[in-house]
Each structure stands twice: as C-alpha cells, then as structure tokens.
C-alpha cells in the first residue's frame, strides 16, 4: 500500500484547535511532521506533540520562514524516507474520518499530481456546490486538506519559497500543470477550515463575503498573484489586477483599517511586478533559515 504522510505547518497555534486537527488525521496516516515557523510558545507545542505520540516528527525554525519553505523541508524529509504521498493540513484544519480512505480510491487518475475535495468554511454559510460527478479536473485547489504526489513535488522542483504566504497553492497548482501533471477535485465534504475571518456583507439582496485579512496578508496576496501570473502563461495579468482593484473597492465599503489595507494591496501589486522569478529546484537551494531535526526525544 502507498505510505501517506501527513505534513502540518504550525506559526503559534491555539493548542486547543491543534488538538483537534491531529486527533481527527493521526489514524488515517503513517506518519506525522510538524514543521514550526518560529513559534514564540514551542516548547509548549513540543511538549504537547510528544505526549500524543514520540513517532511524530518535529523540525523547527528560529524564525517564520514561510509556508512554501516549511512544505519543502517537510516534503524532503518525506521523500527521504521513503514516502509516496503527502497529506498537507493548515494548522486549524479539522479532517473527516474518511478523508484519506476516499482519497486512497483515486490514486490512479491519469496524471495525476495531487488530490483535493470540498470543505466548509467555519466562519460562513457559503459552501461549494458539491457536483453531480464523483471527481473533476480543477484549475486551483487550497493547500490544505490536499495529497500530493512526492514523486510529482520532486520533478517540479518543490514550492516556490519566494511566495512566503498566500498564492503558494495555485503556484504549486500552475507549476504541475506545466509538467503536465493534473489537480483533481473529489466532490466529497472533507474537512473544516478557516479560511481567515470571513465575514458576512449584504446589499440589497445578495450576500458579499469579505476576508477580513490584516494588511499584511492583503500585501502578500497582492503581490504573489502579480508574481504567479507573470510567471505562468496561462494566467491573465489583467484579470488578477482587476480582482485586486475589486477587493480593495470591497475593504473600502466593509472592512475596517481601510486606508492600511488598500495602501499595501497597491504596494503589493507594485512588489509583485518587480520580484524576480526564482529557480526553484528541491535539492539545490541556498536555505535563508536555520532549522532543526528534533525527531524522537
């Protein structure tokens, strides 16, 4: 059978809220690795991981490296010892018992790369239409809940580490896509996320949903999707411009912190076309972070 290991990015968690995001995958993979980005309570999450199981895996970071390059040291140690699939999980992320038992079912679509499926958002009414037919061929699909091909992440040359935050899964979804690996969506509810602070708007009749991001996620989100669609052909520069000009239209009508939030979606777009494309090869980088094996203790 395929070794599927789980792999969960932590930035300072709430324990509670980990808790139950390892409690509802640990039986339905392999293995556990944790990837810390510098957390200010670590040895609290230490402690905590090692009382659930001594087998997990725990690397850390003296400082917040980002998400792409937490899921490459995760995705090398995986490949290294002798994994064929990579479950990813924000640490929030609450699984369904059978996540990984209906992704098991699908492992021998064509070409394919990586796996993903429907969620619910905790904090709003909105959901995805779940489709007539049992699985489809996506564009895009979130990091989290998704399992990727270790052999397909290696051909690629892993994640773009210059993205830090946000846009790091259409990258990895556009860079398979020019190998010709494919991203397929199973129309199944698998898991619970949050995906920032979603808040509901209305006008007249219709209901507008709006992030709620600070301004820093609102510079990286601006600048990684100019960057990702310079970089790939098949993405529309245009079209991304004007979603950043409707989000910060958005902000001005129903967030807070207004002026902050739209100043750095317009430095972010300004970043994004400046940013250089990186070569971004698995086994042959230049680490800007430190980070450390802590393994079994």
Sequence with gaps: MEKIICGIVLYN????????????????VDNIIFFDNGSKNFDKIKYYIRSINKDFIIINSNKNCGIAYALNRIAQYAINNGYNWLVTL??????????????????????????????????????????????????????????????????????????FIDWVDNEICCRLRTFNYETYRINFYGFLQEMGH?????????KIYTPNYNPIRYYYNARNSIYVSRKYNDENVCKILFNQFKMATMIIFFEHRKLKKVK????????????????????KRIFGCSSSYIGKQ
């Design 90 to 163: 924000d640490q929030d992320t609450v699984v369904n018992k059978n996540l990984i038992s209906i992704y098991r079912k699908y492992l021998n679509l064509p070409m394919l790369g990586q796996l993903s499926c429907l969620f619910t958002d905790r904090n709003a009414d909105k959901v995805q239409k779940n489709k007539k037919q049992a699985y489809q061929k996506v564009k895009y699909c979130i990091t989290s809940g998704t399992l990727i091909k270790l052999e397909a992440l290696e051909k690629v040359g892993g994640y773009d580490e210059q993205l």
């Design 198 to 206: 979603i808040k509901e708007n209305k006008i007249l009749f219709k």
């Design 13 to 28: 968690p709430e324990i509670n809220r980990l808790k139950e995001n390892i409690y509802s995958i640990k039986e339905q």
């Design 264 to 283: 750095a979606i317009f430095r972010g777009i300004k970043a994004g076309f400046k940013i250089k494309r990186e070569n971004n090869e698995i086994n």
